[in-house]
């Protein structure tokens, strides 16, 4: 009878990379016309809330693009209904992003043309606070304060203190930047409140700054990324990635640094999550790879310490490498890890219409431990634009973009899959509730069917 140290001594060698949960499904009930850009975040009741732009609208908005959302229980039912987010109507409203409020439940925000506030100058960056059970808390509010041109492209995270720091690009800026595009944020106590005054992020200010991602950085505070052009570091070929590390009261830790340390080419849309070590991760889109991925675009990542310093090399994340990798997603995968997503050219999977939706994890060490997935199950047309969100306790969900589909006839529609993070694949648990095996999921949850692989390929 083997001992206890002997089958831990073996888990890297049967460790895997994730189980699709159940089916892939159709996130959005109202099917006229685009549902397209999703975004996924917790509820606060243990389930996902997955946020998308819509062009019409079962509410109250008819004028052009929508942000609509839904929630979805611990068991991947739906909560309640599917809900329109914004209360101002006029103009487009665009490009969503979920993070928690620091009092339970959680924020929406996006881009609109226009503003219920004093931001009548093309594009304002708008949010919305709901309770876990999906109850609105106050009313839409403008995130931004400078008002000039346009803000766009926002993101939000738990800003380290309680509440939550929304962050997005700025053509022009009332900061030291005024060379362009910038990258703004602001603070938010749990209730809504603003924590200061609206501060620039970027210490760099030659030309564009764009595409801000934000995450935990491991020490109590938060880091923000994003796609420079030019750098304070040593990459002049164009496009880089930079972040900059903040501590909870929103104070500085230094300046801006480069993350990508392979210059050739464009490094471009990043986004940052924690690594399971006590660090964070950020992971970008490379016009070429200090790896074996010389057909294009790859996906890259790089791995830091609370303290911001690099923790081992960059390193290429797709394992194949035909054509175009992009646009990726990063979160941590409920196991100590963290797992990306990307939108691939291609797939090692079935699907060889046009992209797929491709998925790997990777350990608290770094390490993958198993090989890449293709995460779409329906292959017809393109499956664009993946985001990742929390599932409860060692479990994730991918959402995504999809061009046609069985649900919807319409042209775009959001798509997701739910998956779990099994550690084992012989059928045997862990002896506690920590990790649970793909015969033997965790209580309450059904026990995974796999996907049938084509012969001859490892999707």
């Known amino acids: 009878m083997r001992s206890l140290s002997t089958l831990l001594a073996l888990i890297p060698a049967v460790a895997v990379a994730q189980m699709p949960l159940g089916d892939e499904f159709q996130v959005n009930t109202y099917t006229t016309n685009d549902q397209s850009v999703a975004a996924l975040g917790p509820d606060g009741a243990g389930g996902f809330v997955a946020a998308w732009a819509s062009w019409g609208s079962s509410g109250t908005d008819t004028a052009s693009a929508s942000?609509?959302?839904?929630?979805?229980?611990?068991?991947?039912?739906?909560?309640?209904?599917?809900?329109?987010?914004?209360?101002?109507?006029?103009?487009?409203?665009?490009?969503?992003?979920?993070?928690?409020?620091?009092?339970?439940?959680?924020?929406?925000?996006?881009?609109?043309?226009?503003?219920?506030?004093?931001?009548?100058?093309?594009?304002?960056?708008?949010?919305?606070?709901?309770?876990?059970?999906?109850?609105p808390q106050g009313d839409q509010f403008q995130v931004n304060s400078y008002t000039a041109d346009s803000q766009y492209f926002p993101a939000v995270g738990p800003d380290g203190s309680g509440g939550f720091v929304v962050a997005w690009t700025s053509y022009g800026s009332d900061g030291g930047d005024t060379d362009d595009f910038g990258i703004r944020a602001q603070r938010f106590a749990a209730d809504g409140t603003p924590q200061g005054g609206e501060f620039q992020v970027n210490?760099?200010?030659?030309?564009?700054?764009?595409?801000?991602?934000?995450?935990?950085?491991?020490?109590?505070?938060?880091?923000?990324?994003?796609?420079?052009?030019?750098?304070?570091?040593?990459?002049?070929?164009?496009?880089?990635?930079?972040?900059?590390?903040?501590?909870?009261?929103?104070?500085?830790?230094?300046?801006?640094?480069?993350?990508?340390?392979?210059?050739?080419?464009?490094?471009?849309?990043?986004?940052?999550?924690?690594?399971?070590?006590?660090?964070?991760?950020?992971?970008?889109?490379?016009?070429?790879?200090?790896?074996?991925?010389?057909?294009?675009?790859?996906?890259?990542?790089?791995?830091?310490?609370?303290?911001?310093?690099?923790?081992?090399?960059?390193?290429?994340?797709?394992?194949?490498?035909?054509?175009?990798?992009?646009?990726?997603?990063?979160?941590?995968?409920?196991?100590?890890?963290?797992?990306?997503?990307?939108?691939?050219?291609?797939?090692?999977?079935?699907?060889?219409?046009?992209?797929?939706?491709?998925?790997?994890?990777?350990?608290?060490?770094?390490?993958?431990?198993?090989?890449?997935?293709?995460?779409?199950?329906?292959?017809?047309?393109?499956?664009?634009?993946?985001?990742?969100g929390p599932w409860g306790e060692d479990r994730f969900v991918i959402a995504w973009t999809s061009e046609a589909n069985v649900g919807d006839n319409d042209p775009e529609d959001v798509r997701s899959q739910r998956f779990f993070s099994g550690l084992f694949t012989d059928g045997f648990e862990s002896g506690d509730t920590s990790a649970w095996s793909l015969s033997h999921p965790p209580p309450g949850i059904p026990a995974p069917v796999p996907r049938r692989v084509t012969p001859g390929n490892s999707g």
């Open 67 to 135: 942000i609509q959302a839904q929630r979805f229980a611990i068991d991947g039912s739906t909560a309640g209904a599917e809900f329109q987010v914004n209360t101002f109507t006029t103009g487009l409203q665009y490009d969503p992003a979920i993070g928690p409020d620091g009092a339970g439940g959680f924020v929406v925000t996006w881009w609109s043309e226009g503003s219920p506030g004093d931001d009548d100058d093309w594009y304002s960056v708008q949010a919305q606070r709901y309770a876990a059970d999906g109850a």
């Open 203 to 388: 210490s760099y200010t030659s030309s564009r700054q764009i595409y801000p991602a934000i995450g935990p950085d491991g020490d109590g505070g938060f880091v923000v990324v994003w796609q420079s052009e030019g750098s304070g570091g040593d990459d002049t070929e164009g496009w880089s990635v930079q972040g900059r590390r903040f501590a909870a009261d929103g104070t500085p830790l230094g300046d801006d640094f480069q993350v990508n340390t392979y210059t050739p080419g464009a490094q471009e849309r990043p986004d940052v999550a924690a690594d399971g070590a006590g660090g964070f991760v950020v992971v970008w889109q490379s016009e070429g790879s200090g790896g074996d991925d010389t057909e294009g675009w790859s996906v890259q990542a790089q791995r830091f310490g609370a303290d911001g310093q690099p923790t081992g090399g960059e390193l290429q994340v797709n394992a194949y490498t035909t054509s175009d990798q992009r646009l990726p997603a990063v979160h941590p995968d409920g196991l100590g890890g963290f797992v990306v997503a990307w939108q691939s050219d291609g797939s090692n999977g079935n699907d060889t219409s046009q992209e797929s939706i491709q998925a790997r994890r990777y350990a608290t060490d770094g390490s993958p431990p198993g090989p890449e997935l293709q995460v779409n199950a329906f292959t017809s047309l393109g499956q664009l634009l993946p985001t990742i």
